[in-house]
């Protein structure tokens, strides 16, 4: 029998005096710090992205704000106003930015599902389940588009110029992921290639707030975004391939921890970081996945909970990961050059937030 909390503070003696044990911020923590330090810029921001979200043609919001309200932590808004903060910019246009890169993801998602066939987002159906795949890639569409015109109605040149070269970029890391889709390959100069266009570059646009900071911190707050995104996004990768875990159906169509389909990148095809890893350590397993994909995506249930569980057996998990937090202390080096502020400690959480969230 387990003693109560009455019991075990009257059987113990104290503990003998000094210093108190240091106890690491769990990932809640981390997060909820910075979010209460801009909790209403955060408020306005929100306001914002409601506002850029509405349309008179009704079925658009309801499309959007299937996935866009459904959750999250709003991680791209919070980067954008940290930097803000952390750097003293004061101007208007921080919401607008805030506001821009979450509705530009938000439109991400909506294509994705419809490419990857997606069944599951943020721990609900995927709005084309709900609405069709015509509906959910032109509602994304409509977000792309409302983000470009809101950002251009700032007249602010270097962030419609930044936002541009941005949107470019991540279009490109679109076709480069899946024109490799299905196909067996190991070379990590292409997955990071895919990283560094389809999710660094927008979270690097939104934690140097579109370049609109004083000049110095533009490029540090870039560099710390898109090392935020490579750990982000080698953090996800790693969670896809994790095993069932109690309790969960067998066929892994139930959403995972991160809100997805688990073993969603498996079934497209997709070469991830962890996969690559198991692969390059085990031959046995090479040969099944290669064979697997040589059969032609999607691969079946059965397959993807056999290999996964093989993967599991590995080190390639604990590989990626340890890849996943050499990219956050880049991020946290990158933040050296601002001034010493609690905006920049949240900074800093954050970077360690996204490799902590959910393992």
């Not at 805030?98 to 709005?127: C, K, M, N, S």
Request: glycine share 8%.
């Amino acid at each position: 029998m387990s003693e109560s909390a009455t019991e075990l503070l009257s059987s113990h003696r104290p503990a003998p005096a000094g210093p108190a044990p240091v106890v690491a911020p769990s990932p809640k923590g981390l997060i909820e710090r910075a979010l209460t330090l801009v909790a209403e810029d955060l408020a306005a921001s929100e306001r914002t992205f409601a506002t850029l979200l509405h349309s008179d043609i009704a079925v658009i919001p309801q499309v959007g704000g299937h996935l866009a309200f459904a959750g999250g932590k709003r991680l791209r808004p919070l980067l954008t106003l940290l930097a803000a903060e952390a750097t003293g910019f004061k101007g208007p246009e921080r919401l607008t930015v805030a506001a821009v890169g979450e509705l530009l993801h938000t439109a991400t998602l909506l294509h994705d599902d419809v490419i990857d066939e997606g069944e599951f987002r943020r721990g609900r159906p995927a709005a084309r389940m709900r609405y069709g795949n015509g509906m959910a890639v032109l509602a994304g569409d409509f977000c792309l588009a409302r983000s470009l015109q809101a950002v251009a109605h700032t007249g602010r040149d270097i962030a419609v110029r930044s936002l541009s070269d941005c949107v470019t970029r991540m279009a490109e890391g679109e076709v480069a992921q899946l024109s490799h889709a299905g196909r067996f390959s190991l070379d990590r100069t292409h997955y990071e290639l895919v990283i560094d266009r389809k999710t660094a570059a927008l979270i690097a646009w939104c934690s140097s707030v579109a370049g609109l900071v004083p000049t110095p911190f533009i490029e540090p707050l870039a560099r710390y975004g898109r090392r935020i995104g490579y750990a982000f996004q080698i953090t996800d990768d790693v969670l896809d391939v994790r095993p069932s875990a109690p309790g969960q159906s067998p066929d892994r169509t139930s959403p995972g921890t991160i809100g997805k389909d688990p073993g969603q990148d498996l079934r497209e095809g997709k070469m991830t970081l962890p996969i690559i890893l198991a692969c390059e350590a085990d031959p046995a397993l090479r040969r099944m996945v290669e064979d697997a994909l040589d059969a032609g995506p999607p691969m079946d249930p059965q397959t993807v909970e056999h290999l996964l569980e093989r993967i599991d057996h590995g080190e390639a998990a604990a590989e990626a990961l340890a890849i996943a937090e050499d990219h956050v202390a880049q991020a946290v080096d990158a933040l050296q050059v601002l001034p010493a502020s609690p905006a920049r400690e949240a900074l800093v959480g954050a970077a360690h937030y996204v490799v902590q969230r959910t393992l």
